[in-house]
């Protein structure tokens, strides 16, 4: 059965409710704030890293509380090192978990990837190979976010360099059965996908047609960069830090035309051009959103109006 993910915050008289079903949004940068309270109708909804306001107070927060009375918030981890060998950081989940309770976003969101290793801390989202001990150690983590924040997490689909020979499962298999064990949802993320189906040649278009579509809640967009690996072969490399290509545009919207209008975000994380430049990648997204919408409504008009 289709699960919904995407669900209206529960007002606890800090913040207003929204429903941003069928929305585009952007990746939030402080540098940004007064372009988007100047015009906060033109986006669908905002997305911040979680790691970014694990501290208590300060300015961060005050701008961060400014937008979430405005628009609704999308929270998204990069540091929980879900896939990694050791337990998580119960420090790190409490506020990641207090940051859900603070700001009340209507999607929470981490990676299926490893960043941690003893104390060390890489600044990199890393692959993990695809076995039955690797998903028992990655299922137990996401149990234990899920408990923290009482309430589903969405897993992202990671962009890879590397294939492990190790794996004993297909990636989109893999998340499959990772949903069925624990109730999570899907973060699409498109140019993740075709990031890595060009580094490792296969087809974006057939993994898609594999990827269990029904447990996505929400998608994301991105540049990236193109570059050669030492034998010459094309190595792409999901930089955040230019617009989304247009072979992932071509992807999306097939996305979108098999399941419908999902929250989507552009993320841009480095290079960050002005707010005008991140709010026209949105709007285009939220184009073919709407005109998913405007089909929908068609074919219901035409069924009962046959």
């Known amino acids: 059965m289709k699960r919904d993910f995407t669900r209206t915050t529960v007002s606890n008289g800090r913040f207003p409710a929204f429903d941003p079903v069928g929305r585009a ?13 100047g015009q906060s109708a033109s986006i669908g909804f905002l997305e911040v890293h979680a790691e970014n306001y ?21 929270l998204h981890g ?7 060998l050791a337990p998580l950081d ?31 801390f890489y600044n990199d989202l890393l692959p993990l190979p695809y076995t039955d001990v690797t998903l028992k150690r990655v299922c137990e983590h996401i149990d234990q976010v899920q408990e923290a924040i009482r309430r589903p997490m969405l897993l992202e689909n990671p962009s890879t360099y590397v ?15 990772i ?13 993740n996908v075709f990031v890595s189906a060009t580094n490792h040649g296969f087809s974006a278009t057939g993994y898609l047609a594999d990827f269990p579509l029904e447990h996505i809640g929400e998608i994301h967009l991105a540049g990236h960069d193109e570059q050669e690996d030492d034998e010459g072969a ?13 072979p992932v545009w071509t992807l999306y919207e097939e996305v979108i035309a098999r399941c419908g209008p999902i929250n989507t975000l552009v993320e841009w994380d480095a290079d960050v051009p002005d707010w005008p430049v991140l709010q026209s990648e949105a709007a285009a997204a939220q184009r073919i959103l709407d005109r ?14 046959g």
């Open 234 to 246: 094309p190595l792409l490399i999901d930089s955040h830090d230019r617009p989304v290509a247009d």
């Open 163 to 177: 294939i492990f020979p190790e794996s004993t499962w297909k990636e989109t298999d893999f998340l499959r059965e």
């Open 78 to 84: 990069v540091c929980m090192s879900i896939g990694g």
């Open 54 to 74: 694990m501290g208590a107070g300060g300015a961060p927060h005050a701008a961060l509380a400014r937008m979430r009375d405005i628009l609704p918030l999308s």
């Open 25 to 37: 949004g952007a990746s939030f940068k402080p540098q940004h704030i007064e372009a988007i309270a």
């Open 179 to 191: 949903v069925s064990r624990t109730g999570c949802g899907l973060l699409l993320d498109v140019n």
């Open 292 to 305: 998913s919408l405007s089909s929908a409504a068609s074919e219901r008009s035409h069924a009962l109006h």
């Open 90 to 120: 119960r420090e790190h989940l409490a506020r990641f978990a207090g940051l859900v309770e603070r700001y009340e976003p209507f999607l929470v969101s981490e990676h299926l990837a490893w960043s941690t290793h003893d104390d060390v």
